[in-house]
């Protein structure tokens, strides 16, 4: 009995190693937004913003449910366009 748990321990073990071995420090390529694009988000990273006025490109890190992180291009509106008509 002992000689199993060990064995599911080692086991267990190296999943965990494999795991913790992966490289995710690859740069995510930067998905253009469109209406239909699914997001799945869990957290969000990070966010750009803009000083200028008018419609802007923004960027979105952001970790989807899965755990595979994503940046993605959208546009809004700059926040220097308070008071401006």
Known sequence: MKRILSALFLISLSGVAA?????????????????STPLHIAKV??????????????????????????VLRYQAFGDNCLGQN
């Open 19 to 35: 795991a913790a071995a992966v490289d995710n420090s690859s740069t995510p390529k930067v998905e253009d937004y469109k209406y």
């Open 45 to 70: 990273l990070n966010m750009t913003r803009d000083d200028g006025c008018g419609p802007l490109p923004r960027e979105m890190t952001y970790i989807d449910t899965a755990g595979t992180t994503h």
